[in-house]
């Protein structure tokens, strides 16, 4: 095991850099330029005199101390400037002279005063020696080591001496690299990729006839969609390496930073060829290049421009394809997405229900499940959820049946999973007071009511007034027995009829209104204002586009194309459609007072009522409802 992850990943191996050579030659020579001029500034400087003069100096009362040694006579003046640091006395000029048959020299130093002995009296302390000398030398061959450490790091990027490395990590094929039976809810995105990886096994039959590869392919998709996935199992269907990077990597403070990783990466790519080459995260380095003010010779747009060229430069039949993945293509400039670089657009969205289903199925292949799961019931539940969000809800369940001690994962753990992930875990120990939790079981039976009682709503799933650590303090789910993929005007207005009737019940009710209605009053805002402003289902404005999305994978915020009087208009008509709703689920309440009441008393007891429970109670008379058996109670 611990092989195959050793050959899954690899680091390529940088060469020493000349740079590298070049600074410890540097090093070395100021390091022996130091210790030189620290052991000459030690010892001092050394003048030679006569010994007459010796003896003149004296008998002046100019000498300070002598050492007389055998062959020569080393002495100090008093009136030489001395340097003196804290610990001792150094950097003093010294004289020499050359002794003679004097038997009267220490007669004549002891009259004189003069310090003398057989030994010098100035020499250097040890302490002095360790602090001169060998200190320098320890932070000299400190900044070595660290360069050393340095240039080490240069093929991760990391290094502060390896600027223009690419910080690439390139994956090679083994048992455990990804394929596409790992990749489930992506057919069509699968489908337009099989191409790549027959190329890159087959080569000569294109080349046959003449037909070139394309050398990129854009995966644009919202997150979690499995655009990084499906990359991998690119590479392990072609069995070939796998240079993954982000985007982010290229773009430093240094000038020409990025485009020299740029370079460096298709230079390892083109050395491992037959390769892929995957960019994550693409936008950071290929958005639209500004050409107002300086920014259009920034760091970034260089790293564009070597990107353009080295994808131009590099021979497609060597087997090099280029992969980049973002959630924002409208972003992306446009020499990038011409044809002969990012030749194919391959959309990975969101799964259907199949693909949610199919999603869940490969990742509860890790887990032990019970076998009578229904993943098609998940999938339901589960509608606009991406692949990570899936994966998420699995692995809830999984936790939960091991804090439950259950011996495999069942149906109930799955579908709990989805209202953890949706709304958050249960905050059983949070206290409501009594008022309030009533005017929350009116609001929640409001919207269960009214979903009920028209035909174009979805069905009621649960119904709970338990708060969740996601702040709601309760919730009324609803999934649809079907998918669809257009929403038809009678949708939206019941979507819209739903959402203002826990206002509506809380008012007619509890003869007040709380804050509890804040999210839906912010969800029905908003649709009401996309059928006018995008859907065109206004009889006032008709067929017209008063506002644009910037980024629909993101769910970036829409803004207005229109004048301010038509912004006030449609802020009018807005409100009408919303009041409209609003009166059209009051109504629905009237007309079933007594269900309203029944059904908000049976939630204050029971907190939680399933989909079952909620429709059973509907289709009984007006007799007294009987709670079902404990056993009875369907927790979703």
């Not at 083994?174 to 489930?184: G, R």
């Not at 997150?223 to 990084?228: A, E, I, V």
């Not at 240079?243 to 990466?265: C, I, K, N, Q, Y």
Request: proline share 3%; net charge negative; glycine share 8%.
């Amino acid at each position: 095991m611990e092989d195959n992850k050793q050959k899954r990943y690899e680091k390529p191996k940088m060469p020493r850099s000349p740079l590298f050579w070049v600074l410890v030659a540097l090093l070395g020579l100021l390091l022996i330029s130091t210790t030189l001029s620290t052991s000459s500034y030690l010892r001092g400087s050394t003048e030679k005199v006569e010994y007459s003069a010796f003896l003149q100096m004296v008998a002046q009362g100019q000498v300070d101390q002598v050492s007389i040694g055998a062959d020569v006579i080393t002495f100090t003046l008093k009136t030489e400037n001395k340097l003196t640091w804290f610990y001792n006395t150094t950097g003093i000029k010294r004289y020499q002279t050359v002794p003679v048959n004097d038997p009267n020299l220490v007669d004549r130093l002891t009259a004189a005063g003069v310090t003398f002995g057989g030994e010098s009296q100035t020499g250097v302390s040890f302490l002095g020696v360790l602090i001169s000398i060998i200190l320098p030398l320890a932070f000299y061959a400190l900044i070595i080591f660290f360069l050393v450490r340095m240039f080490k790091k240069g093929g991760s990027g990391m290094g502060a001496m390896s600027f223009g490395k690419s910080s690439a990590r390139m994956y090679t094929v083994s048992d455990e690299s990804k394929k596409f039976t790992d990749v489930a809810g992506q057919d069509e995105a699968k489908e337009a990729l099989i191409e790549l990886v027959d190329f890159l096994h087959q080569p000569e039959k294109y080349r046959a006839i003449g037909a070139k590869l394309p050398k990129g392919a854009l995966l644009v998709g919202p997150p979690g969609t499995g655009k990084t996935l499906l990359a991998q199992a690119v590479a392990g269907e072609a069995k070939v390496p796998f240079f993954f990077v982000s985007g982010s990597a290229f773009v430093e403070m240094f000038v020409g930073t990025g485009a020299a990783r740029v370079r460096d990466l298709f230079k390892q790519a083109n050395e491992k060829a037959p390769c892929i080459i995957f960019i994550d995260e693409i936008d950071a380095i290929g958005k639209k290049r500004d050409a107002v003010g300086l920014s259009s010779n920034d760091e970034r747009e260089q790293a564009l421009n070597q990107l353009l060229a080295e994808m131009d430069g590099f021979d497609a039949s060597k087997g090099i394809v280029v992969l980049g993945a973002t959630n924002r293509p409208e972003i992306l400039d446009a020499a990038l997405l011409r044809p002969g670089r990012f030749d194919r657009r391959i959309t990975v969205d969101l799964p259907d229900l199949r693909g949610r289903e199919a999603v869940l199925r490969v990742h509860a292949r890790d887990i032990t499940t019970a076998k009578d799961i229904d993943y098609a019931a998940v999938a339901r539940a589960t509608v606009g959820a991406s692949g990570a969000d899936l994966a998420n809800i699995v692995n809830e369940a999984a936790l939960r049946a091991v804090r439950m001690g259950h011996q495999a994962v069942t149906q109930d753990d799955l579908e709990s999973s989805v209202e953890t992930v949706i709304a958050g875990t249960e905050r059983k120990s949070f206290v409501i007071p009594e008022a309030e939790k009533r005017i929350v079981a009116y609001h929640e039976i409001g919207h269960a009511l009214v979903a009920a009682h028209q035909k174009n709503a979805v069905p009621v799933q649960k119904i709970t007034i338990i708060p969740r650590t996601s702040g709601a303090l309760g919730y009324t789910m609803q999934v649809d027995e079907e998918e669809h993929v257009l929403m038809k005007r009678e949708d939206i207005l019941a979507k819209l009829a739903v959402l203002t009737a826990g206002r509506a019940a809380e008012e007619y009710a509890c003869n007040t209104c709380t804050t509890g209605a804040s999210n839906d009053i912010e969800q029905a805002t908003k649709l009401a204002r996309a059928m006018v402003t995008r859907y065109g289902m206004s009889d006032k404005f008709g067929m017209v586009a008063l506002e644009t999305n910037t980024n629909a994978y993101l769910g970036g915020d829409a803004q207005l194309a229109c004048s301010g009087d038509t912004a006030a208009r449609v802020d009018d008509e807005v409100m009408r459609l919303i009041k409209e709703a609003y009166d059209s689920a009051l109504a629905i309440l009237k007309q079933n007072t007594a269900k309203l009441h029944d059904l908000a008393e049976y939630l204050l007891e029971k907190e939680n009522i399933s989909g079952e429970e909620f429709q059973r109670i509907l289709s009984q008379q007006d007799e007294k409802i009987t709670p079902l058996p404990a056993g009875g109670e369907t927790a979703v």
